[in-house]
């Protein structure tokens, strides 16, 4: 059986793929296990400085696996606790994301569905290719998309997440970047190096500033404003002792490409 999720790393990028298109790369439980462990270990890795998360073969990722929460019913209680624990491990897994200290793009293309369009969300960033389909589809099969409606929802504005959850409909690329769930739509054949200029063009920037940066966005976007700017004025104060960002400043007062250690 082949690795359900391979990581490749190249020049301070991690490029993750998820690797079941059979199953077009359906949030089993394997691969929640694999995406938990590769997250883990990239909280502890300091060389890299960005990644990517795609999906191998004709989608991104269709949501979870059906047939293994069928199988799940046939305990004596019918699943509850077998259900309980999986969406619980998977809200684990989405919730990793923005605490992993770089950023994470979704290069997406395909559908991403129901789980899927949740793994998007829950991305710090995600580009596209044209012809793509998103949507949190449950409804159609009696399954309201509850877990995946927490990603959305804090990504697209309130009554078209929720007309998005009630109908059950798709919208194309162009539509989720309208919506703000996308950053860019791009041509398919384009879709790995746009993405991979992305990601170079973050990893490029000073790596302890980016990393300060992102967990200072996930906590001030929580709080009352007055509280944020409290938050985020220590955290801008901490990040000016940064031997690194002075020489940034004086790089830049001085007209030069800064000589960062």
């Keep these: 059986m082949s690795e359900l999720l391979i990581r490749e790393d190249a020049a301070s990028i991690s490029t993750l793929t998820l690797n079941n ?4 790369n359906a949030l089993s439980d394997d691969m929640l296990a694999a995406l938990k462990s590769t997250f883990l270990d990239l909280m502890e890795d300091d060389t890299v400085k960005a990644v990517v998360l795609k999906g191998a ?3 991104f990722c269709a949501g979870h696996d059906l047939k293994e929460m069928q199988a799940g019913r046939q305990s004596e209680d019918g699943g509850s ?3 309980g624990d999986l969406f619980s491990r998977c809200g684990e897994v989405m919730q990793m994301i923005p605490h992993l200290p770089m ?3 979704a290069q997406v293309h395909g559908i991403a569905t129901a789980a899927g369009c949740q793994l998007v969300a829950s991305c710090d960033m995600a580009v596209a290719a044209e012809g793509t389909r998103f949507g949190v589809n449950g409804v159609n099969i009696g399954l ?6 927490v990603a959305l929802s804090r990504n697209v504005p309130r009554k078209q997440a929720f007309e998005l959850l009630t109908t059950g409909e798709f919208v194309d690329a162009s539509r989720a970047r309208e919506l703000g769930l996308v950053n860019r739509v791009v041509a398919p054949d384009a879709l790995n190096t746009e ?8 990893a490029a920037k000073l790596s302890s500033a980016v990393r300060i940066g992102k967990r200072a966005f996930y906590e001030q976007i929580q709080m009352p404003l007055d509280a944020a700017y409290e938050y985020t004025g220590q955290v801008m104060a901490t990040n000016m002792m940064d031997t690194n960002t002075a020489e940034g ?4 007062i001085e007209k030069r490409k800064p000589d960062w250690s």
């Design 103 to 105: 950023p994470v793009i």
């Design 81 to 83: 606790a077998y259900f």
């Design 57 to 59: 073969g004709k989608a």
């Design 144 to 149: 309201f998309c509850s877990t995946p409606m």
């Design 21 to 24: 298109p059979g199953a077009l």
């Design 249 to 252: 400043i004086q790089a830049f």
């Design 195 to 202: 993405t991979r200029d992305l990601a170079e063009t973050v």
